[in-house]
């Protein structure tokens, strides 16, 4: 059994029903709401492990309770939505969630990505190392980066995605493999929730985001840290 605490929150009950019965098959505690008021209120109390979304919650969205969370809480937070377009997709991850799937979607692929997500948050592969390199430091043991000596707020998928790559200077990483390393699962194609990150990276720890000085594009294969 896990004693991690899970809260979903959906319209459809239906839904909701079926993410319960997954996920407390697969030993987590679920806490559920079918409106967004009722879902903050949950996250609040319970202090969950991670957070599914809808984003199509009455009385408040899916993306306003996700920004409300992100004032005070890096918990990782899953996108459940009908929308498959990708201004909708790049949206949902700009403002802090870690995954976005779309409906219809397959519970066990689901718990597969609640599980990776979990298993990062609770080991992040950290040790306690110091990377410094001109303008940007990266405090593995504390989670920490500066750049120019001020203090930068990351998500954890943010970080961890600096981390593998200012690991390995000038290696270039593709983007399945980058992916895999990250989301710890398979990306069946769908490279657009890592693309996302990097972008927001990029405008948290570059000067010119159009024109980096960290994170670079080999074009056609990935990316690779450089300084």
């Known amino acids: 059994m896990h004693d991690q605490n899970i809260v979903v929150a959906d319209h459809d009950k239906e839904t909701i ?3 319960s019965l997954f996920l407390t098959r697969e030993g987590y505690q679920v806490a559920a709401a079918d409106n967004g008021i009722t879902a903050l209120q949950l996250i609040h109390d319970i ?9 199509q919650l009455h009385g408040l969205d899916g993306m306003a309770v996700c920004k409300e969370v992100r004032k005070t ?7 459940l939505s009908s929308d498959s377009k990708d201004e909708a997709i790049i949206h949902g991850l700009s403002i ?16 597969a990505r609640v599980k990776a997500h979990l298993r990062r948050q609770q080991h992040p ?5 110091l990377l410094s390199f001109p303008g940007l430091e990266i405090d593995r043991s504390s989670y920490t ?10 998500s954890c998928k943010e970080f961890d995605l600096l981390c593998h790559l200012a690991e390995s200077p000038n290696k270039v990483f593709k983007l399945e493999h980058l992916y895999q390393l990250i989301w710890n699962s398979e990306s069946f194609g769908d490279t657009r929730t890592l693309m996302v990150h990097i972008s927001n990276l990029r405008k948290k720890i570059e000067k010119d985001p159009t024109n ?3 994170i ?12």
């Open 47 to 55: 202090k969950p492990d991670l957070i599914i979304l809808d984003t």
């Open 125 to 129: 592969h950290l040790n306690h190392q």
């Open 216 to 227: 670079l594009t080999v074009r056609g294969v990935g990316y690779k840290f450089s300084y």
């Open 17 to 19: 029903s079926i993410l």
């Open 96 to 111: 802090g969630a870690d995954d976005y799937m779309t409906k219809p979607f397959s519970p066990s692929q689901l718990v």
């Open 145 to 154: 980066v500066k750049v120019d000596g001020t203090l930068i707020s990351l």
């Open 212 to 214: 980096p000085r960290y």
């Open 73 to 79: 809480s890096n918990v990782p937070i899953m996108f």
